[in-house]
T-cell receptor, first 109, second 115 residues
């Protein structure tokens, strides 16, 4: 079966750095997404990785290793507004999006 | 530019009833996908429509159906509701001709409660 694993919950301190990991086992690979979802709101796009390596976008960076079936989302200079769920999703060989259950990130002052 | 609009936002139904949810995508977007979101389960893919054709379908029973109109607006229908159908139903649109290779724009969702 297809599977995406990410931690259920993480806690970090305002101003610090946090890394949210995502491992996947899917039938084929056509890209990996990270989305942010605040409680009661719609998911919003953060990043899309197709090739191996690190992509940086402001305070957020996303890394991909296709050979290891692994990605992480790195959040720097954490702010209280970063408290949200972070969703990892992979596009498989049939171009279907397979979603992880999400990581709830709690930021403490 | 208006975002993705879903109606109704909240609804309560009883077992055995049916429900129709509506989604208006961003203007110019031809692809509309539907997802079911429940706590701890993540998003489960229901189906995707592109130019009025169902292009992809998830592993949901036939009680779940959808369609897309010529203006790209989409509806999904759930018949013979069960308690387990209680969830947030999210619609997402994208412009791309190739599915799930670009950003999805989500609506706020329709929260369905089945009693």
């Amino acid at each position: 079966g297809q599977n995406i694993d990410q931690p259920t919950e993480m806690t970090a301190t305002e101003g610090a750095i946090v890394q949210i990991n995502c491992t996947y086992q899917t039938s084929g690979f056509n890209g990996l997404f990270w989305y942010q979802q605040h409680a009661g709101e719609a998911p919003t796009f953060l990043s899309y990785n197709v090739l191996d390596g690190l992509e940086e976008k402001g305070r957020f960076s996303s890394f991909l290793s296709r050979s290891k079936g692994y990605s992480y989302l790195l959040l720097k200079e954490l702010q209280m507004k970063d408290s949200a769920s972070y969703l990892c999703a992979v596009t498989d060989s049939n171009y279907q999006l397979i979603w992880g259950a999400g990581t709830k990130l709690i930021i403490k002052p | 530019k208006a975002g993705v609009t879903q109606t109704p936002r909240y609804l309560i139904k009883t077992r055995g009833q049916q429900v129709t949810l509506s989604c208006s995508p961003i203007s110019g977007h031809r692809s509309v996908s539907w997802y079911q979101q429940t706590p701890g389960q993540g998003l489960q893919f229901l189906f995707e429509y592109f130019s009025e054709t169902q292009r992809n379908k998830g592993n949901f029973p036939g009680r779940f159906s959808g369609r897309q109109f010529s203006n790209s607006r989409s509806e999904m229908n759930v018949s013979t509701l069960e308690l387990g159908d209680s969830a947030l139903y999210l619609c997402a649109s994208s412009p791309g001709t190739e599915p799930n290779t670009g950003e999805l724009f989500f609506g706020e969702g329709s929260r369905l409660t089945v009693l």
